[in-house]
């Protein structure tokens, strides 16, 4: 082999190991870091490192141990794909399985039979049984309110019901849908949703787009409920007050608009109302939401398709359009969220928790002045996707994993 035909090959090499390096470097964490002198909590490659944040600290927050010492509790092992968890005011939970079913699992561990009257429910993909909530009044009317995906003559949609938990708890009664989303699509995906209700008793409904290209655009649009969050009575009425009441062509129960798919919200100690949204590949959001603002979905979007191709027409900041608080690249998966408000836990008061499915964690975040300062990650070494977190009575937090055998967590100070 001739010296200058090994110079060449050493030379490719060096040029092949130099193009690799930039492109692992392009691909890391560094360039999105904060430049705080502080590791994230993330450190993994972001998806579209070229994207920059819009302001300090609005992805890779500082990593921020608490070093709280808890144990996990496993009340339940016998569920099914579990979407949501109540707490009930005497402790037991209220649990929703994305099959179509409801159970209670008492406090001390035993797992009910299926109750009675849940009406049918698209199964498939991320359709089924999706979110519960009980009654502000429910310690006297028993009521309690459930999303799910609703087979429809003419596809499917996200509708919300209402009904009575019947005395011994095995049925409901007076079963009501209060809210069919429209219009009717055939799919399995993007369904929403979370419900929370508010201190003056309105209930918000967020909901997805159907996740479909074609379907993108009724995110911006007033005549869809897609991409939305509505805000409806407890009978499904649109309340005079909503921000597009009596606008030409506006369905009467938006509240927000501009979102992808929103499986989380919680409402803060301030009667604030928080969503955390589905991104592509990046772009999970953290959204502070407001009476009728945009948030942009799909114009303003970080991340990029599943394929690796920028998302077609979408920007990371547009004038008009509301930034979000904070996002994730790559994706959380979030599902589930609750401010921590309990004694149980002094050091997580404040503390806004999230569910995490793909990274299968619970996402602990410190919020000041409405901005993350701190992020932690819990319970990855459990390896389950994370579905629902919520505070219970008892000011311990009970988690639910979405696997096809599913458990239900009880997280308690360590004794």
Avoid at 240 to 263: C, K, M, T, Y
Avoid at 375 to 393: A, K, S, T
Wanted: net charge neutral; proline share 7%; aromatic share 8%.
């Amino acid at each position: 082999m001739s010296s200058t035909y090994s110079r060449t090959l050493v030379l490719l090499a060096a040029a092949a190991a130099l193009a690799i390096g930039s492109y692992f470097v392009r691909g890391s964490a560094a360039d999105n870091a904060p430049a705080r002198g502080c590791k994230p909590a993330d450190t993994s490659w972001a998806n579209a490192p070229e994207q920059k944040p819009a302001f300090p600290g609005q992805t890779r927050a500082c990593e921020e141990k608490l070093n709280v010492a808890f144990d996990v509790v496993v009340l339940s092992r016998e569920l099914e794909h579990p979407w949501a968890v109540e707490p009930l005011p005497d402790g037991d939970l209220l649990v929703t399985e994305r099959p179509g079913r409801m159970r209670i699992v008492t406090a001390d561990g035993k797992t009910g039979a299926p109750i009675q009257g849940v009406p049918a429910v698209v199964a498939k993909g991320q359709g089924g049984l999706l979110d519960v909530a009980l009654s502000p009044g429910f310690a006297s009317d028993r009521t309690i309110f459930w999303s799910y995906s609703e087979p429809r003559e003419d596809g499917n949609g996200t509708s919300v019901a209402r009904a009575v938990l019947a005395q011994d708890r095995s049925r409901l009664e007076d079963v009501r849908v209060i809210l069919r989303t429209r219009p009717s699509y055939s799919n399995n995906l993007h369904f929403g949703s979370r419900l929370v209700f508010a201190a003056d008793g309105t209930l918000f409904v967020t909901l997805g787009e159907r996740s479909e290209k074609r379907m993108r655009p009724q995110a911006q649009e007033l005549g869809s409920h897609y991409g939305k969050i509505l805000r409806i009575t407890a009978d499904g009425a649109a309340p005079p007050d909503n921000p597009f009441v009596g606008q030409a062509g506006a369905l009467p129960e938006i509240w927000s608009l501009g979102h992808r798919n929103i499986q989380s919200a919680a409402i803060d100690s301030r009667g604030r109302l928080w969503e955390i949204e589905h991104g592509t590949r990046g772009g999970d959001e953290l959204n502070l939401v407001e009476k009728g603002k945009n948030y942009g979905w799909p114009l303003v979007a970080y991340g990029e398709e599943y394929v690796g191709f920028a998302i077609d027409g979408a920007e990371t900041d547009r004038p008009g359009y509301e930034r979000p608080v904070y996002y994730w690249d790559p994706v959380i998966a979030p599902s589930g969220a609750e401010f921590y408000s309990g004694d149980a836990f002094p050091q997580w008061r404040g503390s806004l928790f999230i569910g995490g499915l793909k990274t299968s964690r619970l996402v602990r975040l410190t919020l000041q002045n409405d901005r993350v300062t701190g992020e932690e990650y819990l319970l990855g070494e459990r390896r389950q996707r994370i579905r629902d977190v919520r505070q219970g009575g008892d000011g311990l937090l009970y988690v639910v994993t979405d696997e096809p055998e599913g458990q239900l967590w009880k997280l308690a100070p360590r004794s």
